[in-house]
């Protein structure tokens, strides 16, 4: 086997004046990228100006490729050069106070690496590398004031595998799919996904490093298996490893398929509450049951929830519905959905006090909800109450982008379990789509419930939170602080670990 991998040496080889690589994740692109930089520089004449642009998505990303990469290949060349340790800073544009870490070597060429900032590129001439394009922000825009750095016999070479949270219409994936067509910019183009690179001996070069580190190796089909089965869901494998974009066009979240085999014959608590308080009430009197601790410990007896119970809460007072979704998980990781309760023109109070029946009645329960807006101290408050067993996050863009793609992979592995007599629920989770933001990422849409059409995925949220608090939090039962919050007005103190004490739930 030579020292670079087939597909590594097609790309090193390449003198085409536009290069374009669509690869798979971690497939040693950068590694081959980095030795054709440091080679050019090693050709120059003696007195050269040749510069080599490297264009990284931060200034972490910018320096490793310095002192990772470059530094390891003048050292194997025997090549002295200054600003290998990543020390050697220079600005590169006084008037935007652009800096870049720069490599001289003796011949005066240089490797100019800084993070990502088109502007940087303006009135600049040599060759350009954009690596990992697809993790940019403003690829339009990059590569607008990138390609004219070349007009006078420079090289621009385009990099990247796709963004997680990307989409198909970013700068890059569109310059693929021309590529990949009639190309009509005339590019290079280059194409190595995971299977590809499989086929090309990658996982015999990964088993010399193993076996260097005292590592078992595998074979080509359990390394590929281990990559997929590591992927949060099926779109992450595809995006990172496949050179298959996530498709942002108005599809479901959760597909048809995964979704008809979460339906299943079983029954489950299903309810919808209207909020009927009085201009003196506190809360909502049609809750009053369902605050109850006592009515969940009893319900849980009844039903045989012998597992953790995992609680999303997606807060709403006027307008969409509130919900709040119980899943009991079984062996296997498996979530079944136990209760599904929804709430019309109801107090936060009332929703409140239900999750607190909840988490009083049976100890075990760990819950999640949403933190922004309304919820914010409510949730704030639960936190504080059950801590460790229930946690408030805010919805910001990264979060619902994670909370929802982990909510994907759950479906896809069959893990979520819906029940089939209550057409609504299913609904509603089909009405959570993909679609690109005005950037081009990757963002979920939440859509009408066509059977239920005050709710706008309001009991998909509840859902998604549910399997993120089960996901996420390692919660035992709660111990409030002493002295405990006073019984039920009439009532004496209740214990509510009486019945894990013996029994098959025993301590």
């Not at 969940?296 to 007896?301: E, H, R, V, Y």
């Not at 819950?367 to 910001?396: H, I, N, Q, W």
Request: glycine share 8%; with cysteine.
């Amino acid at each position: 086997m030579g020292y670079f991998l087939p597909y590594q040496q097609r790309w090193i080889n390449d003198e085409s004046p536009l290069k374009l690589y669509e690869k798979s994740r971690r497939i040693g692109i950068t590694y081959g990228t980095s030795y054709r930089a440091v080679r050019k520089c090693l050709r120059e004449k003696d007195g050269s100006s040749f510069v080599q642009w490297v264009s990284s998505r931060d200034t972490l990303t910018a320096k490793e490729f310095i002192t990772d990469y470059v530094a390891m290949w003048c050292r194997e060349a025997n090549a002295v050069a200054r600003g290998l340790e990543g020390d050697n800073v220079e600005v590169v544009d006084e008037q935007h106070g652009i800096t870049a870490f720069v490599v001289r070597f003796r011949n005066g060429a240089r490797i100019c690496s800084l993070s990502s900032n088109p502007l940087a590129f303006a009135g600049k001439g040599g060759d350009i590398l954009l690596d990992e394009m697809d993790l940019h922000e403003n690829q339009e825009t990059l590569y607008a004031m990138a390609y004219p750095c070349i007009t006078w016999g420079g090289q621009l070479e385009i990099v990247s595998a796709y963004s997680a949270d990307g989409s198909e219409n970013t700068q890059f994936a569109q310059l693929c799919r021309e590529a990949a067509g009639e190309n009509p910019k005339g590019f290079s183009f280059h194409r190595t996904t995971l299977d590809d690179a499989i086929a090309e001996s990658f996982v015999e070069k990964v088993n010399e490093v193993k076996r260097k580190k005292g590592r078992p190796v595998q074979t080509r089909e359990e390394f590929r298996e281990q990559i997929r089965r590591g992927c949060v869901n099926r779109g992450a494998f595809e995006s990172q490893y496949l050179c298959i974009p996530n498709q942002a066009t108005g599809q479901q979240a959760i597909t048809p398929v995964d979704l008809a085999a979460a339906k299943q014959k079983f029954e489950i608590l299903r309810k919808h509450l209207t909020g009927n308080a009085g201009p003196l009430d506190l809360a909502d009197p049609c809750v009053g049951l369902y605050a109850d601790r006592r009515y969940w410990s009893d319900l849980s007896d009844l039903s045989g929830w012998s597992g953790r119970v995992c609680l999303g809460w997606d807060i709403a007072v006027t307008g969409d519905l509130a919900c709040i979704w119980l899943n009991e998980r079984l062996p296997g990781d498996i979530y079944r959905l136990a209760a599904c309760l929804t709430f019309k023109n109801c107090k936060v109070e009332s929703q409140r006090r239900v999750v607190e029946a909840i988490l009083d009645g049976l100890p075990y329960a760990v819950g999640a909800g949403d933190a922004s807006g309304l919820g914010t101290s409510d949730c704030a408050s639960l936190e504080a109450l059950y801590f460790g067993r229930f946690l408030g996050p805010k919805f910001t863009a990264p979060f619902k982008l994670a909370m929802y793609t982990m909510l994907q992979g759950v479906y896809e592995a069959r893990r979520q379990l819906l029940p089939a007599a209550y057409p609504e629920i299913a609904s509603d989770v089909a009405a959570m789509r993909k679609t690109a933001s005005a950037s081009d990422r990757l963002v979920f849409a939440a859509s009408r419930n066509e059977l239920l059409p005050d709710s706008h995925c309001d009991l998909m949220t509840a859902g998604a939170l549910a399997v993120w608090a089960g996901e996420t939090i390692d919660g035992g039962p709660c111990f409030m602080a002493v002295p405990e919050r006073p019984a039920a007005a009439g009532g004496g103190e209740y214990d509510r670990y009486a019945r894990y004490r013996t029994g098959r739930n025993a301590w």
